[in-house]
């Protein structure tokens, strides 16, 4: 498994990293078959592990934490905090008041004394960066917490995270965690050459679009049948009534037949696709079985062509998201219209 340099941290780290959001009630229920998938990953050369405190709400983060006893020193260790952990409003987002806590908690469910990488899942607009990035740099000169970043955050909030650090002398987002995939592609357009401007990591998460570049979906009906009922498929983008989802639908039709003419499947065209931007320092794999972690380590070396990225740029053009929903983040004035009226 080859190792890039996480955002100028000098943390090494390997092109793949383990995401362990399938780890738990969200996914695989199962702690022990679990562990084995985090141990697999690990003997294979993955040496970076990510979570967050909302993934079945704090059950990943105790996965992970006994998955990693007698071999937390080997690891780089991500986690995040920003989602809703209670019925509380105050247990949840950026604010001082809850990231103090947070973390504590993060720290007891992972069995560490130290997370390699804090992020922040999400903006959040009710409290300030500065706010934010003042109880992070608390936090690295504790020694709880050795470098700091982002997650699905638009270009313009990472440049004013970078500034605001610069004029108030906090620690810096080392990293920016977006979504990115061929189906999903606008971070081409600001995010990641803003990462790349301030010398961020990009750890990208999604590489498979939710399942759509899987290779399991050829029509309409396979997602009627896996979706389980309209709702699920609204939830995770999947209606295939949506004219959005429709040209999904026909891309992956096309991608299918280019990965087949490169002897690829599709999974492995998706996330070499990833890798090959500069931009990306690592790319996220979620993995709910072991079968599915050894087919995503099978790819692992794959290097696609400059004819076969070029290919994929006529499929879905550079910048594009085929749904817009895919974002995964709607800024406040679109969200709420009484930011748009008096």
Not at 137 to 153: E, I, M, P, Q, Y
Not at 202 to 228: E, F, N
Not at 287 to 300: I, K, V
Not at 313 to 334: H, K
């Amino acid at each position: 498994m080859k190792r890039r340099i996480l955002g100028g941290t000098g943390i090494s780290v390997s092109e793949y990293a383990l995401g362990a959001m399938m780890f738990g009630a969200m996914a695989n229920r199962d702690h022990d078959d679990s562990v084995r998938i985090i141990h697999r990953a690990l003997d294979a050369g993955i040496n970076f592990v990510d979570t967050a405190d909302i993934y079945s709400a704090g059950e990943s983060e105790e996965i992970v934490g006994k998955a990693l006893k007698g071999r937390r020193e080997d690891v780089v260790l991500a986690t995040k905090a920003h989602g809703s952990m209670g019925d509380d409003d105050n247990h949840s987002g950026n604010s001082r008041r809850w990231i103090t806590r947070e973390i504590e908690n993060s720290l007891r469910r992972l069995g560490t004394d130290y997370i390699d990488l804090y992020q922040i899942h999400r903006p959040d607009p009710t409290t300030d960066v500065d706010e934010t990035l003042s109880v992070l740099s608390d936090l690295v000169r504790a020694g709880k917490v050795l470098a700091v970043g982002s997650s699905t955050f638009p270009a313009e909030q990472i440049v004013e995270a970078q500034w605001v650090s610069e004029r108030r002398g906090h620690v810096r987002f080392r990293t920016e965690q977006p979504p990115y995939s061929i189906l999903a592609r606008s971070v081409e357009a600001a995010v990641l050459p803003t990462a790349q401007k301030y010398g961020m990591g990009v750890l990208s998460w999604g590489p498979l679009s939710a399942g759509w570049l899987s290779g399991r979906y050829t029509k309409a009906s396979d997602i009627d049948l896996a979706g389980g009922g309209r709702a699920a498929l609204e939830q995770f983008k999947f209606d295939p009534s949506l004219p959005e989802n429709a040209r999904k639908l026909e891309a992956v039709g096309e991608l299918s037949k280019l990965a087949s003419d490169a002897g690829l499947s599709l999974p492995h065209l998706a996330i070499a696709f990833v890798r090959a931007h500069p931009a990306i320092t690592s790319v996220i794999i979620g993995p709910r079985t072991m079968e599915q972690l050894e087919d995503l380590l099978a790819g692992s070396e794959v290097e696609l062509s400059a004819d076969v990225l070029d290919r994929i740029d006529e499929i879905v053009p550079p910048g594009t998201d085929l749904n817009r929903a895919d974002s995964y983040y709607v800024p406040p004035a679109l969200a709420d219209k009484a930011l748009r009226r008096r």
